[in-house]
Every structure is written in C-alpha cells, then in structure tokens.
C-alpha cells in the first residue's frame, strides 16, 4: 500500500464519519445544514474511494468522471447548504442552475484534455474553488457575525486556495499523467494531506455550527410557552432583566401585563379545550400587536406581560388600546357565535433606575384598578 493509497483511506473514513455525525446531530432537528453537510461528505468520501480504486477500474475516462462527478457533487452540497442556510428565502431559479450546469460541464471538460498541462489542470481545478468562495463569501456577506461563522468562512477560504494551488502543482509536478499513475505521484502526497487537515478542519467548523443551530433551536423550544407560542415566565423575565440592565440611559421601558376577563368561566361552561384555544389566539394577537423588539411572555395561566424598550406614554397606551379592541373583536373558536373574550391590561413606564420589578408591581396594581371598573379597559400606572 502506497503512502498516498493510505492517506485515500484515511480521508475516505473522515468523509464517512462526518456524514454519520451529521445525521445523528440532526435526525430530529429543522436546521436542514446538517442533511446538506452529511451529503457532502458522503460524495467526499466516495470521491477518495474511487481514487483508491482507480487501479482497477478498467476505464480511466470513466474513474476521472466518477472521482469529478463526486467531487464535484460534494462541493456543490456545502455551496449549497451555505445559501439555504445564510440565506433561506433564496431561490437558484433556472439562471442560477444554468450558471451551475456551465460550471459542471466546463470542468468536465477537463477530463478529457491532457493531464499534467495547464489547461487541464485550471479547467479541472478553478470551479471548485470557485464555488467554496462562493460559499466563503455567503457566510461572510449573510451571517450575523458569530465567531462560529467567521471561522468557517475562513475555513472555506482555505479550501478554496488549496484547489487553486492545486491548478499550479499539477503542471509543476509533471508526474500526475493519469488517473492510475496519481497513486505514486508526489502531488497525491500533497494533495491528501492537506485534504485530511481541511477535511477536518472544515468537518469540526460545519459541525460546530450545525451544533449551534440545533442547541438555539432546542432553547427557543424551551423557552416558549407550548400553548400561546409566547415566551414562558422563566424566560421572559430572564430577558426582560437582560434588556432592562442594557438599556440606555433616559430610555422608557413599557410595561403592560394583560389578564383575560372572566377566564376560570370560559373552562367552566365550555371545557378546558375552548379555554386552551383561547390562550392560543390571545397568544397570536399578542405578538401580532408587538415590535420586533418588545418581548411576549405568559407569566400565569391567563395573564401576559408586554414589554416594549424605548416607549413612552403615548406609544404604550397606543399598543394597549390595540390589543385590547383586537381581543375584543376576535371570533373564538369553541366558544358560541357572538361570545366576546376581552382583557383588562394594565400599563406602566420604567422610571429612569427604577426596578423592573418595582414597574411591574405599579403595572399590576393598574390592572387591578381596570379590573375593578369594570373590566376590558387600560389603566396606566401613577408615577
């Protein structure tokens, strides 16, 4: 067994227990990385079996295809999987998969020139590291600037140059005349080695990303509430706390906690499945009322919080007063034509140093009072 044979193997077993990682890390998760990630490193993988097994496999046109074709197949999967990852209302559309298909068939137009010149070699070599910078250049253009995601944009950056510096060894080497005579060649020794290192290095930096992916996506799970799809009590207040403490100063904090009127009734006369049916809508109109940066959470069996940074008195009554009519004119499934459901909400503004806890107390007691006046009204805390 040749040095370079070895190395084939090595990097065949790399491929394949990537592939399998990748799978298991996301057989049971959304984040679709993971499926493109394992496909590319199967074709890898098979891409340095075929060149292991070139020797005997009786055409040599036909093993430079096979090894391009997977070769290419797996480049094409982490492209791929960088755009519908980085950018997952992207379409290719017909222009998109003409320009890939022109890539295809121009490096496999390379098959057929004159190994070990530099025409074959730019041909065959270019279009890979064209597509792993295009892939580099997603993360870095489209990522929210993780270190998880620079370090993999340099990792393909990487991966590009090698097959760019593969263009130039080729004809400089001169001893890689065939598919067949690549075992024994000094560029084989290269070439495997530096793809066992970026094999694994770009390996452990799509995996720590999927990782990533897959622990956010399991937190966000945690962390919101599985019947109004707002968040829990544990968590709207940990970030409530969070965006309190990073608050500017003379910023107002809006706080409006919301009680469903005559909620134990709706249970009662209509079953627990119409009173879930309530959460879950008042839930939709919830964060259908509230900013992309003001937070939802349920923090009792029928009472929600609002918190809205950089309010004033007029935008959170505004708000409050919205929620409110939208509650109030809403039809609820489960519960008789013409059964109006309505909230009492109570508003305060986070005095400058003021407690988050202190403004909740006065939000709360605002509550109270609409509650006392007759319900499906908004008070607004003194102070």
């Not at 592939?19 to 074709?43: E, K, P, Q, Y």
């Not at 929620?323 to 459901?341: D, I, K, N, Y």
Request: proline share 4%; hydrophobic share 50%; aromatic share 8%.
């Amino acid at each position: 067994m040749t040095d370079a044979t070895f190395l084939l193997l090595i990097n065949c077993a790399i491929g394949l227990t990537f592939a399998a990682a990748f799978l298991a890390v996301s057989r049971r998760s959304s984040v679709r990385l993971g499926r493109w990630c394992a496909a590319a490193f199967a074709c890898a993988a098979a891409t340095v079996l075929i060149e292991a097994l070139a020797p005997g496999i009786p055409s040599v046109r036909l093993a430079s295809t096979l090894s391009f074709g997977s070769l290419m197949a797996a480049v094409f999967f982490i492209a791929a999987g960088m755009l519908r990852h980085y950018r997952p209302a992207s379409r290719l559309g017909w222009p998109g998969a003409a320009a890939l298909l022109a890539v295809a068939f121009t490096a496999l137009a390379g098959v057929d020139l004159p190994r070990g010149g530099w025409a074959q070699a730019l041909t065959y070599q270019l279009p890979f590291a064209a597509m792993l910078a295009f892939a580099a250049g997603t993360v870095l253009r489209h990522s929210p600037g993780r270190a998880v995601d620079l370090v993999l944009a340099g990792v393909l950056g990487l991966c590009a140059l090698q097959f760019a510096a593969k263009a130039v060894l080729i004809p400089l080497d001169g001893a890689d005349n065939g598919v067949r005579d690549y075992l024994t060649s000094a560029y084989a020794r290269y070439s495997q080695t530096a793809g066992s290192i970026l094999s694994l290095m770009l390996g452990v930096a799509l995996l720590a990303l999927v990782v990533t992916e897959v622990i956010a996506e399991a937190t966000g799970r945690l962390e919101r509430d599985g019947l109004s799809g707002v968040l829990t009590r544990t968590a709207f207040f940990e970030r409530a706390e969070r965006l309190a403490d990073a608050a500017p100063p003379g910023s107002g904090i809006g706080l409006l906690i919301c009680d469903l009127d005559h909620f134990k009734a709706i249970n009662d006369r209509f079953g627990h499945s119409a009173g879930d049916e309530v959460i879950r809508r008042f839930g939709a109109v919830l964060a259908s009322c509230a900013g992309p940066a003001d937070l939802c959470g349920r923090i009792g069996g029928e009472e929600f919080c609002l918190l809205m940074p950089a309010a004033d008195a007029a935008s959170l009554l505004r708000v409050a007063q919205r929620l409110r009519e939208a509650t109030e004119h809403l039809s609820w499934p489960g519960l008789p034509p013409g059964h109006r459901v309505t909230t009492s909400l109570g508003a305060a503004l986070a005095a400058q140093g003021e407690p988050l806890a202190t403004a909740l107390r006065r939000a709360d007691m605002a509550l109270y009072r609409a509650k006392a006046e007759g319900r499906n009204r908004v008070q607004l805390a003194e102070g």
